[in-house]
């Protein structure tokens, strides 16, 4: 028998100002979109895309989520501090927002749920001309001065670094 090393997957994350922060340990479960009315009013989004975390083991590294009764079934986590969504915990466990996750392009969802919620325009976004941000040459001025007060995506030891007033 040889010395394979099991590897376990581990994600990191947070919300957008820092003061809540999270380890999974372990395999993620299913990555859905849903497009129920109630997920979009929790994110302010068309759709909120989550990740089960029910077979991994989640750790608050940093803070905790703040949590709202949504339903007879569940509640929704939050930052108290900057308001970004974080969890859908439900009888079924617990499912993380997916772009709270430090690496969110790994995490592709699966299915969607709640269509019958899903707004008309939806899936014809792909279709709309994109541009990069700096090509907007009317915020070119408030761009090159924007100083962002967003957490990185990587664990910091303390949070917020000392700012410049």
């Not at 109630?38 to 089960?52: D, E, H, R, T, W």
């Not at 009888?91 to 592709?108: K, M, Q, R, S, Y």
């Not at 699966?110 to 976004?125: C, F, H, N, S």
Request: aromatic fraction near 10%; include cysteine.
């Amino acid at each position: 028998m040889g010395g394979e090393e099991v590897t376990i997957p581990f994600y990191t994350g947070g919300c957008q100002c820092g003061a809540v922060r999270f380890h999974v340990e372990g395999a993620l479960g299913d990555a859905s979109v849903c497009h129920c009315r109630m997920c979009q009013k929790a994110s302010g989004n068309f759709y909120l895309p989550l990740v089960s975390v029910s077979g991994a083991k989640l750790t608050w590294t940093r803070g905790a989520p703040k949590r709202f009764r949504s339903s007879n079934h569940g509640y929704r986590g939050f930052c108290a501090e900057c308001g970004t969504p974080l969890t859908y915990e439900a009888p079924d466990g617990v499912a993380l927002t997916i772009a709270a996750f430090d690496d969110p392009a790994e995490i592709a969802p699966r299915i969607q749920w709640g269509i019958e919620a899903k707004l008309p325009y939806v899936d014809t976004i792909r279709d709309l001309p994109g541009e990069d941000t700096m090509a907007d040459q009317g915020a070119a001025a408030f761009l090159a001065d924007l100083v962002s007060y967003q957490h990185p995506d990587h664990d910091t030891d303390e949070w917020p670094p000392e700012r410049a007033s």
